[in-house]
């Protein structure tokens, strides 16, 4: 049996933990101080196909990782609460966009199966599915059948008691003695850093420096019976906008932001809170800063190049990391860890179409300096 140590409980700790168990009479624990965790304060939206992104290797992953859900939802016997097949609206201000987009669509389409189907919808056609919008403030959108929202918290929740592995909810060290690697004192044969936006923490006390920096991200969440709005009404994606996130009978969220001079900082932000609302009160009519009930804060990894990226560590085949996920990481982060898994299963796995090498994301300490 061997004896797996998982640092981090969020998206990439929880499915990790999920396939180890699920695939192998693995023993795995779980170590987890969930303060500031981008996986539960995240917007969920998984729909990453009509992004402006070029990256190749993350257009890849996260269309890999779309494809990955479905299948997760039988695995885990996920519920709704914990990822919704709603659809997504993506939406552009006039014609020519709009043209632009649908014929963005029409190729991802090609491969890309987890978008199922798109259908152009007209103006009025989105205020007849989405009346809580101002009428005709869109020229229209593309609306993804097979889009869907996550609840981050629900998701790991559910992955870890499925799992049925050990959770400790402490913080984690990790130390280099001799040939071992100890995770809190403990020995184990497999180790994986799942530690988000504090992965450099970890790295540094095996002697490196992790090119990964904080983000701080902020959404709102808001609630009124006056609000024509149902749990299965598509997310909005508008164009210059924060994104609209229906959640349930009367209940949406605004967001997100991404804030880059904020280090770990998780305090609500007045300002940012104005600004959401605003954004959402240029599209909707009669919202008002009474309806906001939540502030989500949380802290998300980001690296120079805004690509995720995850293996083994140089000359510590035992040790993985995962971090860098940024701002799609619910979408990336299963397929990042069942991958992971696979690896740590004993599979031959390619990474390289989905990754550049964790070493590019690393430098030694100087331990003379
Ligand atoms: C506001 C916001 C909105 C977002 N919206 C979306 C979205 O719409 N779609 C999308 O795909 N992605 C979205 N994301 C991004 C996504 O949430 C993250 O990229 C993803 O959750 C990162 O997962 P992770 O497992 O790498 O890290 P995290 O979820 O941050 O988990 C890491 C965990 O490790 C723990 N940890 C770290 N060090 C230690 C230690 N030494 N000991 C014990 N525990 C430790 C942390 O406390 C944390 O609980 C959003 C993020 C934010 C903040």
Known sequence: MTKIAIIGGGIVGATAAFYLVQTKDNQVTVFDEPHGQA?????????PWLSKRRNQKWYRLANAGTQLYPQLVIDAQLDQRAYH????????????????????????????????????????????ELPFFKPDIFAGGVFVTGGARVDGKQLVNQLLRHANVQLVKQHA??????????VNQQPF???????????????????????????????????????????????????GERDIIPVGKHQL???????????FDLTASTQVINDLLKSGQSVITGLTESMITNVRVGTRAY????????GQLPALKNVWIASGLGSSGLTTGPIIAKLMAQSINGENVDLTPFTLPVTNYLSSIDRKA
Request: aromatic share 4%.
């Open 39 to 47: 996986t539960r304060a995240a917007a969920g939206i998984i729909s």
């Open 85 to 128: 097949e709603v659809g997504t609206l993506i939406t552009r201000k006039t014609d020519v966009k709009l043209d632009e987009l649908w014929q963005l669509a029409q190729a991802r389409l090609q491969s890309a199966p987890q978008m199922k189907n798109i259908v152009r919808w007209s103006p009025q056609k989105i205020n007849a």
């Open 173 to 182: 060290q990790i130390k280099r003695q001799q040939t071992q690697i100890l």
């Open 189 to 239: 044969d497999q180790i994986i850093i799942a530690g988000g936006a504090r992965a450099p923490e970890l790295v540094q006390q095996l002697g490196f420096n992790l090119l990964v920096r904080p983000q701080k991200g902020q959404l709102i969440e808001l609630a009124d019976n006056d609000l024509a709005i149902t749990g299965n009404m598509p997310v909005v994606m508008p164009e």
């Open 253 to 263: 969220m605004i967001g997100a932001t991404h804030e880059n001079d904020q280090g």
């Open 303 to 310: 690296t120079d190049d805004f690509a995720p990226f995850f």
